[in-house]
Every structure is written in structure tokens, then in C-alpha cells.
């Protein structure tokens, strides 16, 4: 079966996206194209109940455009939804009309509830949940949706007339915007939240938001900390955060929000609403950390086309992060065994080192990801291989791993042979100081297991460290001769010993000499 070519048409309150994706038999795809107008259905809708004219001529012209991109991608199958603006609009189903004529596909106008669902599938595909009980948010023009889950259990979806547009064109009418008018805000949203869902609070401790709202909070709150990464796609922003965002936003006029770092000019009008919403709905539900999903509903909407097309993933919904990192390695065409055995060799000294040197959990699955895929660089080619890999780990899409952990795999990987840490490695020099020491700390570790399966046989069936008087005595055994292992180790233990500050010392067992 050859791969086969997939749109999504998501026909929003504020926004008409197209996402065009080439899909494979094993239920993966990768993005073509991903073309976003804003068309501002919602426009008006608050106090006339249609949607203008000039609206409408926008999504005409929006979804012409969509639908010549879509034929001369080659696309065999094309799944649209109309979301808030065109179910509550009086004229939404003469649009509808107009607009499946433009496409010659139909298009689903689909209930709140139902988007909250496509935006579960997203999330539950983008994160792994297992063991936590969450909330995913989709905020969007007309409506936020909410569905409560616990791991992959999804339990209950929920839609409110809360949407940006909508509460911005109800309550925030000056410029700048008066307290009066966000208090007025803030008690409607509150008496929404308590109205839906009672006088017992729902505890949602994470949500994992998406929506352009959640998209623009997360570009801003990047911007403050002056992080650069390639999305914001998995970036974890704090409810004290949010509520930063929100004050400073508060204080600027319309012109001013226009020009801010991480804010889209056209979304400057209704972005304090979407952000008042997003830091009452984690005030109201408990919720301390919002994960973004970069995807949202109209990943649902492909996700949905591949089960239509028979090429949904056929694979338990208990994925992990190690399963996605070693899908990507295959892509790259890894050596699987010498990345296995470097993996381990790499795992064990961590274990050893943990306790005396203070290395954290999570700092594990870091280590593990950059050894399962230090050498993917060489599918590019093995020249320079390390700086490959580095670029390709960066902007992988990795599940389970966030983008901070994916740019400290990247560098990690990157070190793994040549030069060391230098000051004219600019991705490394925008590091803060700790995660100069860990890359440094890590990049050592696996730099030494790399060196220790020099013949790529995994000969080093053993190994151990042990630390004392500022040694790393690092014990090794296997049923094979282990100098050409113990050589190799040697001339990649320098990274190791400076990050820290130890000797190393090999120590063969007996049994391995002969």
C-alpha cells in the first residue's frame, strides 16, 4: 500500500485552518502543509446572531485557496468540521452550503462535545498521561471545550460559550481595557465554571491545552524566559506565569499588544480575554502547570481521516516516550545494536553516579533518548555526524519528552565525539549554567559508553563505578579480550573527568582477559 494523502479543514470562530499530511500504512503521517487564515467568523455574531458578509467573503476566499492547495498536493481525502461561529449562527448552514461548494466535499458542522473529543485524541496521542489525572482545554473563537480524563481513560467532554472573540466583543469594549470590564469578565467566567459544573470543584491539577489562545500564552511566556526552541509544542507554562502574562497585558493598549514579542498582531484584540479565561478555568480546576499541544482539534480531524481510510495505528494506547524515540531511530536507519549497548553501558554508570552526584529521574530518560539516538546523524552522513544528530534530535517529535528535555538530548548527543563543550557553540552557550553542567555531565557519560563498545559487539558484558578520593574506578567484564573496549574508553574519558572532576580508572575483571 503506498502512502496516501490526507487534508483536515477545521472552520473556526477566529481562524480557517487546512493541515495537509502524507499518511503511511503503520498509522504515522508526516506534515505537508499547514495554512492558517484569519477570517473572524465570529465577528458580530454576539449581538446580530449571523455572521456578516464580509466574514463570509473571507472564508470564501480562505477555503478557495485551501481547496487549490489541497488539489495540487494530490490529496485523495479531505475530512472538514465547522466548529461555534456556524452552529450558533443563523445563516451558518447557508454558508456551510457555499463553502462545500467551493470544496465539493461535505463539511461536518460538529457539536462542542465533539471537538472536546477531537482534542482529546490529540492530546492522548502528543502526551503521555499514564497515572495523572488531567484536563484538556481547547480554547477557541466562540467556545472552550474541556474534557476531564485520568490517564487514557477519557471520562466526561464539556463545551462553554467562553470563546475569545466572543468575550471580548461581550465585556472588553476600551482600550486600554478598564478593570470594570475584566472584573465583569471574570465573574461571568466564574459563574459559567460553577453553573456547569456545580457547587463541588472538578481538581484537574495539569491541563493540557490547545487552540491559538494557548499557542500565543506559550510564545510570550518563552520570549520572558528568553528560551529559544523550535515550537512551543509540548512547552510546560505555570499558572504563575499565566497570571504575569495577563497583568502585563492588561496595562498595554491595542497598539502596543500588536508589537509584542511572541504575539501575533492579529490576535493582539482578543488575546486578553483567551488569557483571562485560561488563568480563571486553572484557578477554578487547581491546576498548577498547562501543557501546550501545539495540535489541537485538527489533528483530531486527521486522526479521525486515518480511521476512516483504514490507516489508523495499530498499537496498544499505553505508548511510551522510549517507544517514539526508538521509531525515530529507525527512521534514521540506527545502528539498533550498538545504540542498545550504549544505552545500557550509559544507564548503569548513571545508576552508580546518581546517589554521590545528585543526578535526578527525569535526567535518565534524558541520557537514554540522546544514547538510543546519538549516532542518527550518520543517515545524513557520517561525516560531522554528531552535528547532525544534534539538529535532527532538536526538531524530532518525540513523545513523552518536552521540548527542553529534547534540546538537552540534542546536546548530550552532540558530544558524544570531537570537540568538547566550547564557548563559540552557540546552542550550547544559550544554556543556563546548570544545563551546561548537565549536558556536560551527561555528554561525559555517554561519550565514555561510546567508547566502551568500540568494536560495536557489545563486548562489555558488566560494568560498575565507584567512586573514591576524587576516582572513578570503573569496574569492566565480558567473555571476550576487552582492550580494544578499554582503549576506546580511554581516549573518550576526558569530557567525564572534567564535568566531574574524577579520575577514571578501568579495572578489567580476570575472567574477561582470556
Not at 84 to 113: F, H, K, T, Y
Request: charged share 25%.
Amino acid at each position: 500500500m503506498k502512502n496516501e494523502r490526507l487534508a483536515a479543514i477545521d472552520i473556526g470562530t477566529n481562524s480557517i485552518r487546512c493541515i495537509v499530511v502524507e499518511a503511511s500504512k503503520n498509522g504515522t503521517y508526516r506534515i505537508l502543509d499547514d495554512e492558517k487564515e484569519t477570517v473572524r467568523l465570529g465577528e458580530g455574531i454576539a449581538s446580530s446572531g449571523a455572521i456578516s458578509n464580509a466574514a463570509i467573503t473571507r472564508a470564501e476566499q480562505a477555503v478557495s485557496r485551501m481547496a487549490k492547495l489541497v488539489k495540487g498536493l494530490g490529496v485523495k481525502g479531505v475530512e472538514a468540521v465547522a466548529t461555534s461561529a456556524v452552529r450558533s449562527a443563523s445563516n451558518g448552514p447557508d454558508l456551510v452550503a457555499r463553502l462545500e461548494a467551493i470544496l465539493g466535499v461535505a463539511i461536518q458542522v460538529i457539536s462542542g462535545e465533539e471537538e472536546a473529543g477531537l482534542a482529546a485524541q490529540s492530546a492522548l496521542r502528543n502526551f503521555d498521561m499514564q497515572g495523572q489525572r488531567y484536563g484538556v482545554l481547547d480554547v477557541g473563537g466562540g467556545s472552550v471545550e474541556l474534557t476531564s480524563a485520568q490517564g487514557q481513560l477519557v471520562e466526561e467532554h464539556y463545551s462553554l460559550e467562553l470563546g475569545a472573540v466572543v468575550m471580548t466583543e461581550r465585556f472588553l469594549k476600551s482600550d486600554p481595557i478598564k478593570g470594570s470590564e475584566m472584573e465583569k469578565l471574570r465573574r461571568h467566567i466564574r459563574a459559567e465554571l460553577k453553573k456547569r459544573f456545580g457547587g463541588g470543584k472538578l481538581q484537574l491539577p495539569v491541563l493540557v491545552g490547545s487552540g491559538g489562545t494557548i499557542t500565543a500564552i506559550a510564545q510570550m511566556v518563552l520570549q520572558y524566559r528568553r528560551e529559544e526552541l523550535p515550537s512551543v509544542h509540548g512547552v510546560t507554562v505555570l499558572r504563575t506565569e499565566v497570571v504575569h502574562i495577563l497583568a502585563m497585558l492588561q496595562r498595554k493598549i491595542l497598539e502596543e499588544r500588536k508589537t509584542l514579542p511572541g504575539l501575533s498582531p492579529d490576535r493582539a484584540d482578543i488575546i486578553v480575554a483567551g488569557v483571562a479565561l485560561v488563568d480563571c478555568m486553572m484557578d477554578y480546576f487547581g491546576a498548577n502547570s498547562l501543557l501546550v499541544n501545539g495540535r489541537g482539534i485538527r489533528e483530531g480531524v486527521i486522526l479521525q481521516a486515518l480511521q476512516r481510510h483504514g490507516l489508523a495505528r495499530q498499537t496498544s494506547n499505553h505508548r511510551t516516550w522510549r517507544d517514539a524515540v526508538l521509531e525515530f531511530g529507525h527512521s534514521c536507519q540506527i545502528e539498533e545494536g550498538h545504540a542498545l549497548q550504549v544505552s545500557r553501558l550509559s544507564l548503569a554508570l548513571f545508576d552508580d553516579l546518581a546517589k554521590p552526584c545528585n543526578l535526578k529521574k527525569r535526567e535518565r530518560v534524558v541520557l537514554e533518548a540522546a544514547a538510543l539516538l546519538h549516532d542518527c546523524g550518520a543517515w545524513i552522513s557520517y561525516e560531522s555526524h554528531h552535528k547532525h544528530s544534534y539538529h535532527l534530535i532538536r526538531h524530532a517529535d518525540l513523545f513523552g519528552l518536552t521540548p527542553r528535555e529534547r534540546e538537552l538530548a540534542a546536546q548530550i548527543a552532540r558530544y558524544h565525539r570531537k570537540a568538547l563543550p566550547k564557548k563559540k557553540h552557540e546552542p550550547f552557550q544559550k544554556l543556563s549554567a546548570k544545563e551546561q553542567g548537565l549536558v556536560s555531565r551527561l555528554g561525559g557519560i555517554l561519550r565514555l559508553a561510546d567508547g566502551l563498545d568500540r568494536r560495536r559487539c557489545s563486548a562489555v558484558e558488566q560494568i560498575s563505578c565507584q567512586l573514591q578520593d576524587r576516582v572513578a574506578r570503573i569496574g569492566l567484564s565480558g567473555s571476550d579480550d576487552l582492550v580494544v573496549e578499554v582503549f576506546g574508553g580511554s581516549a573518550k574519558k576526558e569530557l567525564f573527568e572534567k564535568a566531574f572532576d574524577l579520575q577514571v580508572v578501568f579495572a578489567v575483571q580476570p575472567e574477561a582477559r582470556g
